[in-house]
């Protein structure tokens, strides 16, 4: 009984006359949902007629996740169109794209934009750059002391 399982997605491309690359991303509940005319039996029927199976009267069709019997649907030349399926993905935009009126922000919220953890560096530069124009110096600045040292022999 284990040889006789079929993928989902090639199960639904010979039998519902279904293709496209998402096909492998359906599960039985999807299937259940979107093909009612698709008619599952039980283990129980399985078992008590092995005849089924291997007469190809039934078919295991596995999801990734779990193997469910499924009945083989008659297939007519007038029910034979070819649909496809695709899944529409969300776009989602990027979290940086909001543009700031740097000559209109206060000395504090451009500080605040410095800050590398909720900032891209586009931001970073643009706030960095107003700051310089503005006089205000933002790296630190070292005194750098020359030390003498034929005063420290003495």
């Known amino acids: 009984m284990k040889d006789n399982f079929i993928s989902l997605s090639k199960f639904l491309s ?8 998402d096909l492998k ?3 039985h509940e999807d299937v259940e ?8 039996t039980s283990f129980e ?6 005849e089924l199976l291997y007469s190809g009267k039934v078919l295991m069709v596995y999801d990734g996740k779990s193997a469910i019997p499924y ?7 007038e029910d034979y ?15 940086d794209d909001t543009v700031y009126d740097y000559t209109s922000m206060s000395i504090y919220e451009l500080r605040c934009l410095l800050v590398r953890k909720f900032n891209s560096n586009r931001n970073q530069v643009c706030a960095r750059r107003e700051l310089n ?7 630190k600045k070292y005194k750098r002391v020359k030390i003498d040292y034929k005063k420290m022999e003495d």
């Open 45 to 50: 029927v399985v078992l008590d007629n092995p």
């Open 71 to 77: 009945i083989v649907p008659n297939i007519s030349k």
């Open 33 to 40: 949902v979107l093909f009612p005319n698709l008619k599952r």
């Open 14 to 21: 010979r039998y519902a006359c279904v293709e496209g690359k």
């Open 81 to 95: 169109t070819i649909m496809s399926v695709t899944r529409e993905e969300e776009k989602v935009k990027p979290v």
């Open 133 to 139: 124009k503005r006089g205000i110096e933002i790296t």
């Open 25 to 27: 991303k359906l599960t």
